[in-house]
């Protein structure tokens, strides 16, 4: 093509004419900081932040995209969506991106307090690396903690999940069963959209909260998260288009930065958010999947029992839920990305129940979590989430299993982020 | 010795291009066409082929461009993998793109304002039109692409009123400037009656519709939806023709093919 020719030849003297991206940094180059674990570079240019959940990263095909809108549609029975939120919110965290958090609550500090801890190596490897040299350490300290987090530490010792305990990496494991602790849940920024009047000032702090963001410097990209949980829910005050904040937040983008952000539709409020609004912001959003519940006997207020599909599904006792995908991000490219199979089951990885999460929570749903009555942890082994291909669904794309699964109204799961990066 | 290599032979037209009556060169048979898709099938990709077309060297075409679904570097991305460099058309000014940024009539809240910015926006596209016009009068023509309606329909703030107002000035410049229309709306996201009606008001005044869905069966990963495309004879007109074809969508363009002769 003689464009691309022309492309070529012009190369050498402007850098945009070229037809051939410039590799992001020279060689010769010195990087002046580590490279960012929380984000993750991909093909075509994409840029990926990790969900929380390893598995959901990998069926994904690397995560989240950064910049990609993506939403949760809550199921009032079914309380996982919830832990997509939490695990979302927790890798944020660990990583030092910028979190914030809009909920429905009163207070959304609360729910903060439900965020699992990621999961830490076991004591052997504690013992070994505390031989290490020391000053190493300190240096690694220094590195590692990052601007916006050095005013709040001082000199106080690193927290446990920034030594070298948990591996930086690009996406954690969280134990369920164990909250975030304080120090770190109070970065988090916090707001209420119960009683706001208009979407435009949640809107406006969005917008606040990216001009807040750090720019990325050299080769090191740095992301921020949002997470938004029932944006629909009826005791909100706001009562207009969804469609018309989730258009408008690009608007403040700043390139070089990223945003990922994840956020709910309250099912009660489904009849609010119409079909066709629904589609609306489907088309905006990269990624959707759905969120199913399970007719797990015992452990939620059942509708039925479903004895077929715990003769077709494997492990189907150790389920919490389903999780359909709907539709996965694609950027910088015009080809569809095609899963092989689009449910997916949500499991925890050690069965156990967990404890302490329930009494945090703010809709009182009965079924997973085990209420105790004291506040101390049972010494159990952290479960971690687990989201495994359904080798029953393998094909079976738009599976009608998803229908068959009784009254459960399907919700969509969505997650937004917030396209800031310019590639 | 030949100094130069003997120009590549014109390939054969694809499908679409014989369906769209595009085969041979020259400028296209109608005036406005609509690509609709739905949620799960993108019909993007119609899209860019159709910039890619506009652009190519074969014409002489200019393209207005109303991105707005995406930023400018998606675009730049997706077409260079195609073979067209959109940056490079920009400056040669063959490309004038317009981004959902560059509008600033998204806060106003007054429905005079949002007017205004429909007319600004409409102003913006003439004045590209006629600075195209005067520039060169080779005899290309210029396409005025939008991605995609629901955009403007945020931008409106629902107001169907308005975007079709704005659509039906857009239409007038077909005749008027002698320019074509392609526009990508989504099917599937309408539910009031009001945008329903929007939705058959837009079939009716089309010249072509190109619909993109996914197959009935599902999605499947060598073949990536069916396309319709409805010629009428004149808009509100009978259909003339109807062709029907399946398509898997790649990284350097789109292969389109009938169902069950693919190999």
């Known amino acids: 093509m003689a464009t691309a020719a022309d492309g070529r030849l012009l190369g050498a003297r402007s850098a945009n004419t070229s037809s051939f991206s410039r590799a992001r940094s020279s060689p010769s180059a010195v990087l002046p900081s580590p490279p960012n674990p929380g984000v993750k570079v991909g093909p075509n240019g994409a840029t990926f932040v990790s969900s929380g959940i390893p598995d959901l990263d990998r069926i994904l095909g690397g995560g989240f995209l950064l910049g990609s809108l993506v939403m949760v549609m809550e199921d009032a029975d079914a309380p996982h969506h919830l832990l997509l939120l939490r695990n979302f919110m927790s890798q944020g965290v660990v990583h030092r991106q910028p979190v914030l958090f809009a909920s429905p609550l009163k207070d959304p500090r609360a729910f903060l307090g ?14 070994r690396d505390t031989l290490v040299d020391h000053n190493q350490q300190d240096q690694e300290k220094g590195l590692r903690i990052a601007w916006q987090y050095k005013k709040y530490f001082g000199d106080q010792q690193s927290s446990q999940i920034h030594n070298r305990d948990v591996k930086q990496e690009f996406s954690n494991d969280f134990d369920l069963r164990k ?22 000032i949640l809107r406006d702090r969005c917008s606040n909260f990216l001009s807040g963001l750090p720019r990325s410097d050299g080769g090191n990209l740095s992301a921020g998260r949002i997470a ?165 669904f393998m094909g079976c794309n738009h599976s009608m299993r998803a229908m068959e699964l009784g009254t459960k109204i399907l919700r969509l799961l969505f997650i937004v982020s917030l396209s800031t990066s310019a590639a | 010795m030949n100094p130069s290599p003997p120009p590549p032979p014109p390939r054969d037209p694809d499908l679409l291009e014989e369906a769209l009556g595009l085969g041979r060169g020259g400028s296209p048979p109608w005036r ?56 490079v058309q920009r400056n040669k000014n063959k490309l004038h793109f317009i981004d959902l940024l560059n509008l600033e009539f998204l806060d106003e809240k007054g429905e005079n304002d949002r007017e205004i910015g429909f007319m600004d926006l409409y102003n913006r596209i003439l004045r590209s039109i006629e600075a195209i016009r005067s520039k060169d009068n080779n005899g290309g023509w210029t396409t005025i692409i939008i991605d995609d309606l629901s955009h403007l329909e945020i931008a409106a703030h629902g107001s169907v009123k308005h975007v079709l107002d704005f659509l039906q000035y857009c239409r007038s410049l077909t005749s008027e400037m002698d320019c074509f229309l392609v526009i990508l709306n989504h099917e599937d996201i309408h539910s009031s009656d009001e945008a329903l009606q ?66």
């Open chain 1, 114 to 127: 439900t965020l699992p801890s990621p999961v830490s190596l076991s004591k052997e490897h504690r013992q």
């Open chain 2, 32 to 87: 406005l066409a609509f690509v609709e898709d739905c949620v799960e099938t993108s019909g993007a990709f119609v899209l860019h082929h159709f910039l890619k077309r506009a652009l190519s060297t074969e014409g002489d075409g200019t393209v207005v461009f109303l991105g707005l679904a995406q930023p400018f570097s998606h675009y730049d991305r997706v077409l260079r993998k195609m073979g067209c460099n959109l940056s």
């Open chain 1, 228 to 392: 938004i949980q029932s944006l629909c829910a009826p005791q909100c005050g706001y009562a207009e288009m969804v469609c018309i904040i989730v258009y408008t937040e690009p608007k403040d983008s700043i390139s070089g930065l990223g945003l990922g952000c994840l956020y709910q539709v309250s099912e009660i409020n489904y009849s609010l958010f119409k079909c066709g609004c629904c589609g609306n912001v489907s088309h905006f959003i990269s990624f959707a999947c759905i969120s199913e519940e399970m007719a797990a006997p015992g452990r939620y207020i059942v509708v039925y029992e479903d004895k077929d599909m715990a003769k077709l599904l494997t492990g189907y006792q150790d389920m919490l839920g389903l999780l359909h995908v709907h539709k996965v991000a694609h950027n910088n490219s015009q080809v569809p990305t095609v899963l092989e199979a689009s449910t997916f089951s949500l499991k925890l990885q050690k069965r156990r129940s967990l404890s302490q999460l329930q009494n945090m929570m703010d809709d009182g749903f009965p079924g997973l979590f085990k209420h105790t009555t004291n506040s101390q942890l049972t010494h159990l082994q952290s479960p971690k989430l687990l989201v495994s291909q359904e080798c029953f």
């Open chain 2, 198 to 263: 929007m939705l058959s008001h837009l079939d009716y005044i089309s010249d072509i519709l190109i619909k993109a869905e996914t197959l009935s069966t599902g999605i499947a990963a060598d073949v990536h939806g069916q396309m319709t495309v409805v010629i009428k004879d004149a808009p509100g007109g009978l259909i003339k023709k109807l062709h029907s074809f399946q398509f898997k969508v790649k990284e350097n363009g789109v292969e389109f093919f009938y169902p069950g002769s693919r190999f």
């Open chain 1, 179 to 200: 909250a975030l602790e304080r120090q770190h849940v109070q970065y988090i920024e916090s707001m209420s959209i119960q009683d706001i009047p208009r979407l435009t």
